[in-house]
């Protein structure tokens, strides 16, 4: 089911303008549009405001602000309405509110999807999964009739990197890279608490990796993780404290947040979201930014399943992953156990997954399949080819006659 013209000329809902701009319009560039779920949740509200500011895409860009709720959620998001009005942000262009996901995702460039059923009373993770894998199959349909064709989208809401596995397989259209969870904040939480055991500031320390699962089998390596500079295993020697208390301690900080303040963590979860995609939007360098994206097989991870690896975003609104770091035995048992994990959700919701045979090749594999040529690896080019359509493979042999 590809989009049409016709399609793409309803999906523009009436939105409501804010007050004036105080920067001149000539300095800033065109809006785009972010639709946040859940707005008038914890996290939508404390991440709303942030995006009003200018601090996820930049302090030069206009935004169009679409918030979507549930319609027991629409009173309360009126309220976020009038303190964003109250708030007179200079960049934000207008605020659309809305129970309708068509109209909420029309012709988005970034969603993320904040809001998901909470565990009731009684409640086992299984019925969670199954309450909040159906709401992602929906949003994930909306999104590929709604949203603009290169849209991105970040899923927060739990059990993320599953939810973000629903949304894609229920979007045919859309690219599975187009879909992120998010492992952004255990990442920041893993960092703080290395910084914490090493006397440092939190901003020297990097390559920090969570793999795998945003649930209590995730692995946070330090294997690879530096403090200024320096391997940080030569700084903090002591690997009983990596295993015993700060491995467990980063799987099970979010319940450690909720027995202190008998809430969920809000208002650090919205900070790393607006995290993921201020990197992917505006770039970080080379540094490396953990990131629950589809695994291509890389590590040996299965295929399809929406798996955290360490990441580099430049800026142009995709990712690249890390590729081909040593992993030892540890690292190795580590992984596998939270894939599993991962692949017992994805049976979970199996039916919830249609499968689409004419998914679109996605812009990492192009980019691959390019930078393989350009180096002349023909051996990866054939392997890369071995995956795609027909008219791809045709294309390729044409080329590697040219070459």
Request: charged share 25%; with cysteine; glycine share 8%.
């Amino acid at each position: 089911m590809l989009r049409t013209a016709a399609s793409n000329a309803m999906r523009l809902g009436a939105s409501r303008a804010t007050r004036a701009l105080s920067t001149k319009n000539a300095d800033l560039l065109p809006p785009l549009k972010v639709a946040v779920t859940g707005a008038a949740g914890q996290i939508g509200y404390a991440l709303v405001m942030r995006i009003a500011s200018g601090e996820m895409l930049g302090k030069d860009q206009l935004i169009d602000l679409n918030l979507i709720e549930t319609e027991a959620g629409m009173s309360p998001l009126r309220g976020v309405m009038m303190e964003l009005e109250d708030g007179a942000f200079p960049l934000l262009s207008s605020v659309t509110a809305t129970s309708d996901l068509n109209k909420g995702f029309g012709d988005i460039n970034y969603a993320m999807l904040v809001g998901a059923s909470p565990r009731g009373p009684g409640m086992e993770r299984s019925d969670l999964m199954a309450a909040n894998a159906k709401i992602f199959a929906e949003q994930g349909k909306a999104l590929n009739t709604s949203a603009a064709v290169n849209a991105k989208v970040l899923v927060v809401g739990n059990p993320a990197n599953t939810n973000a596995l629903v949304a894609s397989e229920n979007a045919p259209d859309m690219w599975e890279e187009q879909f992120i969870a998010m492992t952004r904040l255990d990442q920041s939480r893993a960092q703080a608490l290395l910084a914490e055991k090493a006397g440092a500031d939190v901003k020297d320390v990097d390559r920090v990796i969570i793999w795998g699962n945003h649930s209590a089998s995730q692995y946070p390596d330090l294997s690879h993780a530096r403090i200024g500079g320096k391997w940080a295993k030569s700084i903090v020697k002591d690997d009983k404290w990596i295993k015993d208390e700060f491995i467990p301690r980063v799987q099970k900080r979010g319940a450690e947040v909720i027995s202190a303040r008998g809430a969920s963590s809000a208002a650090s979860a919205a900070s790393a979201a607006l995290d993921t995609v201020r990197d992917l939007h505006l770039g970080s360098g080379d540094a490396w930014q953990s990131n629950a994206v589809v695994s291509d097989g890389g590590y040996g991870i299965h295929k399809g399943l929406w798996y955290s690896v360490p990441t580099i975003c430049k800026g142009d609104s995709h990712f690249r992953r890390v590729q081909r770091l040593p992993i030892d035995d540890f690292s190795a048992k580590m992984m596998t156990a939270t894939e599993k994990e991962l692949i017992e959700e994805r049976d979970a919701v199996r039916h919830l997954l249609p499968g689409h045979e004419s998914k679109p090749v996605s812009w990492n594999v192009l980019e691959s399949l390019q930078t393989s040529f350009e180096e002349g690896d023909m051996k990866a080019v054939d392997e890369i080819a071995k995956e795609l359509p027909a008219q791809f493979k045709k294309g390729v042999k044409t080329a590697k006659a040219a070459a």
